[in-house]
């Protein structure tokens, strides 16, 4: 039974920290993830486009020529 | 002498196209068949060798494959200062 119940708060925390869109306080928090239909513990990257391309002057002072990876890394959650 | 080109503006151009190209390089290594990443590439490269070519006209050779187009009878490698030197980076 002690088993189960660290199972368990293990579960809550996952819950809290992963981008589920249940609330922490449903049991349900596995049901409408939009990823449900592909294999689970697999990492997935999609294919980059060429697109959205900076100025090369640009793209030196923002550390890549790609507008879709320049992102806004804050050092905390959330974008601006 | 009054149209030389300055030379940290030339170093600065330099600097951001010489990154453009080692991007495209980068997206050429997982795309090798994207026919606009490669244009890109070739224009870039393009613009690069030549800055490079006329830098070295003007201020000498960044590195050793543009030591011949520093036009001088003499050999000029080590004339300009070395990195940990003042005017050197």
């Known amino acids: 039974m002690s088993n189960y119940r660290s199972n368990d708060m293990y579960r809550q925390q996952y819950a809290q920290n992963a981008y589920m869109q249940q609330p922490v306080s449903t049991p349900c928090y596995d049901r409408g993830d939009p990823l449900e239909n592909m294999t689970i513990a697999m990492a997935y990257v999609p294919w980059q486009q060429w697109r959205q391309i900076y100025e090369p002057a640009k793209g030196f002072h923002r550390g890549t020529i790609f507008k879709e990876l320049d992102k806004p890394f804050v050092g905390k959650r959330g974008g601006r | ?89």
Not at chain 2, 37 to 43: D, G, P, Q, R, S
Request: hydrophobic share 35%; with cysteine.
């Open chain 2, 1 to 89: 002498m009054n149209n030389q080109p300055n030379r940290k503006e030339m170093l600065n151009m330099i600097n951001e196209i010489s990154f453009a190209v080692l991007e495209t390089q980068l997206y050429l290594d997982t795309h090798p068949c994207s026919t606009e990443a490669l244009a890109y590439f070739e224009e870039c490269s393009q613009i690069r060798n030549q800055a490079l070519k006329e830098y070295a006209k003007y201020y000498g050779p960044l590195t050793i494959d543009t030591a011949t187009s520093a036009c001088n009878d003499r050999w000029s490698w080590i004339n300009d200062p070395w990195p940990w030197q003042e005017g050197g980076c």
